[in-house]
């Protein structure tokens, strides 16, 4: 799953780049709902942190490894964990290839009131939310 994750961002963002290119849009989409808006983001999660790649590497390395160390551990069974943990784990490392390699990512979604993300981003959000509704449900008391 990680890997499917690494290879939709980087094909979504190659496309998009090649076709319509940084500063292109915003452009409706779905009405009202989502809007095509491409531009290059040198910084985390809504902008945060600009310029800051080598330490945004590092967090992400430190991320991965503390994700695959704790992998192992997971119940067979843990689906929200292990699903959650393999988006998030494709996510930061396609952020971080971008980075490295280009010393941004390229954010094309855009949907109202949101900054403009991408699929990385996308994986590593749903992945945290399988995390925490895991967590949550198995926490819950036995009736």
């Given at each position: 799953m990680a890997a499917l994750v690494i290879a939709v961002d980087r094909g979504t963002e190659v496309y998009v780049d090649r076709r319509f290119g940084v500063g292109y849009g915003p452009r409706q989409v779905v009405d009202h709902l989502l809007f095509l808006t491409v531009i290059r983001n040198r910084g985390a999660a809504f902008g945060l942190f600009?310029?800051?790649?080598?330490?945004?590497?590092?967090?992400?390395?430190?991320?991965?490894?503390?994700?695959?160390?704790?992998?192992?551990?997971?119940p067979s069974g843990d689906w929200p964990a292990l699903i959650g943990f393999a988006l998030v784990v494709g996510g930061a490392i396609a952020n971080a290839y971008d980075r490295g390699v280009q010393g941004s990512v390229i954010d094309f979604i855009q949907i109202p009131h949101w900054p403009v993300f991408n699929v990385a981003d996308s994986a590593i959000t749903v992945g945290v939310a399988l995390l925490l509704v895991g967590a949550f449900w198995r926490r819950r008391p036995a009736p």
């Open positions: 600009q310029n800051f790649t080598v330490g945004l590497l590092l967090i992400s390395a430190v991320v991965v490894v503390g994700i695959l160390v704790y992998y192992a551990r997971v």
